[in-house]
């Protein structure tokens, strides 16, 4: 098992479109990354530069401390797993996983103990004389998965492996893939654009758009302390809600000042947008962070604003309502018992310690 | 309901009709092959008289003059090899064409494709002046490599397209799992690109077995003609033997025939390479 390290690392195909631009990223020895972003951000480009499938335009990848960009793919000790797990059609289950041990000339016995034992950890030993046609999706992402583990490689790299894989079988084999990990104790680069999977899966998360690295962190910084408003958007169902808003100075502080709502901000985020006072923000917050106010905690006329109820969508656990205020609309994930009936009009109240603050220029967080 | 059905008979019967009007002849030489001269002097299709015989076959595998057994020898000596020596090149540069980048490919690609495009009758002059240089006239070997030349083309055509039917993640995963180019294309792609390479085969078989016209500028000793050369040759300068021409006709074809029927199955699966994408 090993570290990977990316620097500076950049793909430019064909001279002309910049498929991947200064990424740099440790993974760490034993670490489950997961590289997410919406398709054609690089992610995909970036996983298949580490497996040794696309050159390197620029900067340095290395697997365990050594530099990789030359090394052909089999000599990185690295194993992959596809989307459309690319098994070889005209072996068995068997062949299709002892091909690489096979290659690599391991004796007889110790590959049949390597496939039997892999087998038996992904629960697919009576298939093993099967050719990849007579099995189903979800057996096939199996013998994919074995075909990788039984190589016992340094790195393993995951490319959607769950994409083709219908809803309920996709969660449970992202239950498995996360036991898994932690028996075989790997380094593991994973690739998809399902946040859920992400951060279900990830000790670690890349977020990519168009090539670039916008935040790496766990899925807990990923989801409550987003870099920019790409982060902030892509992670979370439904997505964060952004305002355009004014910080203005008013009665005991700064306040929020919105087309149809002011709120005002807690303590200790008036000292980070001291230089923000009369210009231009934009306002995010989640919509479980917006209550119907006959379930809230503490309101008071600082947090509480009066929208009218647009859309009420009831999910069993919660309900999600559609909420217009002045010029904008606002979704909120509320407590089910709520009474809310669409064109009625309502009040509702933000959890202001959790808010986010964005520059709309540059679009990072200021909070 | 009704309505359908009475549609269905009516396009089976057409099928039925168009499928006899299609094996006709080929019913009309069998007829003739199989029966006495006299039986048939009056049309194949009177069956007062019946008898089967095999006297044409055998008269024309040992025709004092053009025997067919040696023909067949012949047309398969340059057949095979006619065959495979194609079949290898093109099913390699095809996949170079389907797989790799290199500079000028479109433009290769495109000359390709126009020499299918080349009548035979337009390349015989040059080709026999070239076969002469080199001393290859009257020689297997010169009609080999030109059929070989001939067959390159559209296999690699056909080929390049049958392979990128293939997903590239499966080479890129041989590759993972520590195989060569070499070993990617021997122990993944071949086994693959079998249907396509059957089907090739196949073509390029039938097309070299039943050819006239290059055998006919590049092979003229007696006893090295071909099969095919060899039928005209039955055909007396006073007398006609139609039985023994049609056993000949039958005897050329059983072997591009039989081919077709052992490899029909991935003949069929083959196809998908001349659609182009």
Known sequence: MAQVLLENVTKIYDNKVVAVKDANLVVEDKEFVVLLGPSGCGKTTTLRMIAGLEEITKGTIKIDGRVVNDVEPKDRDIA???????????????QNMAFGLKLRKYPKDEIDRRVKEAAKILGIEELLDRKPKQLSGGQRQRVAVGRAIVRNP?????????SNLDAKLRVQMRAELKKLHSRLQATIVYVTHDQVEAMT??????????????????????????????????????????????????EGGLWVQASGFKVKLVK???????????????????????????????PSSENTISAQVDIVEPLGNATILHLRS?????????????????????????????????????????? | ??????????????????????????????????????????????????????????????????????????SLIVAIPATVIPLLIATMAGYGFSRYKF?????????????????????AVPVFQLLNAFGLVDRYLGLILIHSAWGIPWITFFMRNFFSTIPAN?????????ASDFLVFFRIIFPLALPGIASAAALQFTWVWSDFFLALISVYSPEKLLATQRIPLMRGVYHVDWGLLAAGAILVLVVPLTVYVILQKQYVKGMVGWSLK
């Open chain 1, 80 to 94: 992959m797993v596809f989307q459309n797990y690319a098994l070889y059609p005209h072996m068995t289950v068997y």
């Open chain 1, 268 to 298: 200790e985020h008036e000292d980070l947008l001291a230089n923000y006072v009369d210009k231009d923000v934009i306002f995010g917050i989640r919509p479980e962070n917006v209550f119907d106010k006959v379930f809230a905690l503490a």
């Open chain 2, 1 to 74: 309901m009704m309505k359908r059905k009475i549609l269905r008979y009516i396009r089976i019967a057409t099928m039925w009709l168009v499928a006899l009007i299609w094996i006709l002849p080929f019913v009309g030489v069998f007829m003739t092959a199989i029966r006495p001269m006299e039986e048939i002097l009056d049309g194949w299709w009177n069956f007062e008289k019946f008898n089967l015989t095999f006297e044409n076959f055998s008269k024309a595998l040992t025709h004092p003059t053009a025997s067919l057994a040696q023909g067949t020898k012949n």
């Open chain 1, 201 to 250: 899966m990830a000790d670690k998360i890349v977020i990519m758009k168009d090539g670039v690295i916008q935040q790496i962190g766990d899925p807990h910084q990923i989801y409550n302390k987003p870099a920019n408003i790409f982060v902030a958007g892509f992670i979370g169902s439904p997505a964060m809600n952004f305002i355009k808003a004014k910080i203005v100075r008013g």
């Open chain 2, 103 to 123: 500079p000028s490919k479109k433009l290769t690609f495109i000359l390709i494709i126009i020499t299918l495009a080349l009548p035979q009758q337009m390349i």
């Open chain 1, 154 to 162: 340094k790195v393993f790299l995951f490319d959607e492996p769950l």
């Open chain 1, 326 to 367: 002045g010029e904008d609309s606002i979704v909120a994930s509320v407590d089910p018992r709520t009474k809310a009936k669409e064109g009625m009009e309502m009040d509702v109240v933000f959890d202001m310690s959790t808010i986010h603050i964005f520059d709309p220029e540059t679009e990072k967080a200021i909070i």
């Open chain 2, 170 to 178: 499966i080479e890129e995963a041989a590759r993972i799992d520590g």
